[in-house]
């Protein structure tokens, strides 16, 4: 099946089915029945049972899935064998976070590089990674063919850093300004916009 | 209508078109066409008929809607005319950039503390807000009645602290560690796994 037939949620809950696999890995279970590995993602089972399918056909009745064949599958059906560079415009006090955060890392994402219009400002001595002006910022991606990128600059220049961002390469772009960007169709964005989510969770308090 | 019967992305998809309309007032912009609010908030003009029949009727043919009107309804809507006071556990990297994110304050949300197994470790002395103990936080919520809370702890305790926080009268969670939480049915639980996000651009990158 054609990744652009597979629905966008589906591939954030591979990711998850992924992550109780690796967890039964560790704690040397073999078999896992569907209820048990979608109790633990959080799903209904006919959910998991549809998300596995568009990828093949997996479980013995009755006895369930092979928990190391089905989180080899989903590895490569993720295609986190390979190792992925990473870039990151706009290292505010988001931004230096971001770069301080260990979890990309762990995940096998590599910050290799971040972008501001005031690269030398004073920041974090734990943030390792280099921090250039942001008018390098094509020439790097060109050069280091990095395809994924953070974005955590303020919303009213967020636009124009994407566009930055397309012209060298990127297709992949992880949104942190709270704003809608404009993208060439190839490129993908996912919007992580942390007031909305606030917001979100307020509209069901009583 | 209820409020479990509007689809949850319905509601984030209206503090989108909320901020849109925000954006329209501050230029003096008085009316403005589905297709033109949906095109800034990046969905479907059908997508943000149906968003916004769940409130009302809004919007005169050929005339398109009151911004003013509009934005007026839907912030009642969302409830934010309340102010909403919010705590977070686990002040580590993340956590220490939450408190220092000034997204959340412009949007009406005041972190009022923090919690961590370690109140006295050294931190950014930018951050003013006070870092108790985590013993004290059930005791903090009740006092307080705070019922939003943000949770950045390692996923190896996320679940620990997650009860204790429902214990205290938390009934919605932001959920930044990487796993899956079990809470009673009337706690809402909104998840930003950064890991994850980055995992599900990078399946979509050739």
Redesign the interface.
Known sequence: MA?DEIP?RA??RV??YQ?CLQRLKENEVDTVSSQALAK???VKPTQLRKDLAYFGQFGTRGLGYDVANLSEVLTE????T?F?P?IIAGIG??G???L?????Q??G?EIVAGFDVEPNRVR?PDIKTPVYHEDKMVAFIRKHQV??A?LSVPASCAQGVANDMVTGGI????NFS?T?LEVPEKV?V?G?D?????????????
């Open positions: 990744k966008r591939i954030y990711s998850i992550r633990a993602a959080g059906v993720l295609g986190r390979r992925q990473v006090n988001l230096s976070a971001l301080r955060y260990g979890g990309f762990r995940e994402f974090d395809k994924m953070i297709q992949a772009i992880l709270p809608v993908i996912n992580v942390l007031a909305l989510e606030l917001e979100n969770l307020s509209y069901f308090i009583r």
